[in-house]
């Protein structure tokens, strides 16, 4: 079966390689946007973050054997430990300056986080073997789908769903979404801010690690891996507006696809047409697909 | 001395030392370089400092424009100065394209919005045929400035570079200083309140925006035509960093910050790898050995060092200290 000329399984498998990358998209642009929320930051950082959770992963495993499952646990716990190290010694002192220091501030922290890993690891890609229990592909008939992609999938929207429920649904998020709107007042009903936001910005980063030991497998683990991922995500933040979380992990999903289908039908622009995008709903849509402008 | 006194011996001086440099034995290729980042981080400063819109897409207009005046130069073979004037107004209209949609939000999106735009330049530039993907055009020829002065000599190249290098500093200073840099200023400290003044701040952003671009076209114009070459470094998001580094590290918002922030940040990164090596032969600790090759690294500390506790830059402290000690003394 064919359509324009692409095979029917050819373009099935390249769509979900588009719906593994968005899923990334949807991860780390949902957790912009809840670090953003509270904290007014917009974290460059994300990217090496992001990068953290592979590199631990592979570290873990070739120092001293720990296996996927596990990491699926710790990377994002050490790495979390670590967002909340950043936001205590350093975020802290600039939340009352202009934005740009946030971006300035957090962009320094991605070089240096970079840097060392690269004064160890290089930057040529690291090999990382899909874990035993979701090697190879399951025949669904019309096409073979790999197993690990199909868990990168429902991993990400499952964690996803579960961030959403969270801060939309229970009490823990209500203060959250609070926080967002009136941080002072908030405050006056006896609840600790300060806690709060660094907890929100260590789960942030943990969102980017959990993305990020999901990713070791299918992309190659390198110290400079988040770094066009990030920019990318800045677009797609940019398309969604960073008002909704679901907006926020629709509009990954979405753009992954709409990549994804790049890649079959006219390849030379598949490292584009997410900014092409951006440029088109800036046009009709100046405040972004969900986004209300402030 | 009144502090416009002190400056003004300050730029007496540097002009002095620059137009000497050469015969004290100063490499002329490097000054030349410094002087293209001067020129950068300036026109970066006129959009950051005076006009208070942060573009993360600055490496778009150096390194597009770099590639517009080399490919001119090499393939077109036009003279110098129309290889220039090329650059010059290529950055002007990419920044017209990149700033039309900056503009459209506020801030922070702004921001992204010239990332993600200068991105996607780098993407076109990796993939287009006319700039050598990843090996860049190489053996741009520097030709003869209007088919007369051979610029193959350093010593003449020197001059035409200092002396367009001075010329759009003086640009940028006639520029803040006009009624039209005020509006720029006023639109920073608070925009609200420049609109309901009745300016149009959208066309003034754009306008800004649009010169600085120029501007940075400009000197990667001329850093193309002294080096002879072009590279994807140029267009690469780190090199929007970079620029903003030099200004943060200098003193956002001052005139001569970018100048000694460049000055700073250039020659930390061309000597980093001597003081590491000092470092380690001092300590003897190995690892400073290694330091010439984390440039990142030690870029990134000082973004961090600087955000946090030195946002002023060197000049701008050296400016609040000559302020402080002048309020001193009138007491």
Known sequence: MEIFGVSLPGLLSQLLLGLVNGSFYAIL???????????????????????????????????????????????????????????????????????????????????????VFRSVYGVSGLGYD???????????????????????????????????????????????????????????????????????????????AFAGVLSAPVYQVSPLMGQNLIIVVFAVVVIGGMGSIMGSILTGLGLGVIEGFTKVFYPEASSTVVFVIMVIVLLIRPAGLFGKEK | MKTNNIAFVGYGLLLLGLLVAPFLGAYPIFVMKLMCFALFASAFNLLLGYTGMLSFGHAAFLGGSAYMTGHALKVWAVTPEIGLLLGTVGGGLLGLIVGFFAIRRQGIYSTMITLALAQMLFFVCLQAPFTGGEDGLQGVPRGKLFGLVDLQDDLVMY??????????????????????????????????????????????????????????????????????????????????????LMTLVGGLGTLSGPLVGSAVVVLMENKLGEVGAFLASASGVEWFNTLGESVTMVTGLIFVVCVLAFRRGIMGEIIALLARLRAGRQV
Not at chain 1, 89 to 110: A, E, F, N, S, V
Not at chain 1, 164 to 178: C, H, M, N, S
Not at chain 2, 230 to 240: E, G, I, R, Y
């Open chain 1, 29 to 115: 642009s949902l957790g912009l946007a809840v670090i953003f929320g509270l904290l007014n930051v917009i974290n460059f950082a994300h990217g090496a973050l992001f990068m953290m959770g592979a590199v631990l992963t592979w570290m873990a495993m070739n120092y001293f054997g720990i296996n996927y499952w596990v990491m699926l646990l710790l990377a994002p716990l050490v790495v979390g430990g670590f967002g909340v190290l950043i936001e205590r010694l350093l975020l802290r002192w600039i939340y009352k300056l202009d934005h740009l220091y946030g971006l300035l501030l957090t962009l320094g922290l991605t070089l240096l986080i970079e840097g």
């Open chain 1, 130 to 208: 899909t874990p035993e229990l979701l090697e190879g592909a399951t025949n669904l008939g019309f096409m073979y789908m790999p197993n690990y992609r199909a868990w990168v999938v429902v991993a990400s929207i499952g964690v996803c769903i579960g961030t959403w429920y969270v801060i939309e649904k229970t009490k823990l998020g209500a203060y959250l979404r609070a926080g967002t709107e009136n941080p002072r007042l908030v405050e006056a009903f006896g609840i600790n801010v300060p806690v709060m936001i660094t907890l929100t910005y260590a789960f942030g980063a943990a969102l980017a």
């Open chain 2, 159 to 244: 001059y035409l570079v200092l002396a367009i290098v001075v010329a759009a500093f003086l640009l940028i200073v006639r520029t803040i200083h006009s009624p039209f840099g005020q509006v720029l200023k006023g639109i920073k400290e608070n925009e609200p309140r420049a609109i309901s003044l009745g300016y149009d701040t959208q066309r003034f952003k754009l306008l800004a925006f649009v010169l600085s671009a120029a501007l940075a076209g400009l000197a990667g114009s001329l850093k193309t035509l002294v080096l002879g070459f072009a590279t994807l470094s140029d267009v690469h998001w780190t090199s929007s960093g970079h620029v903003v």
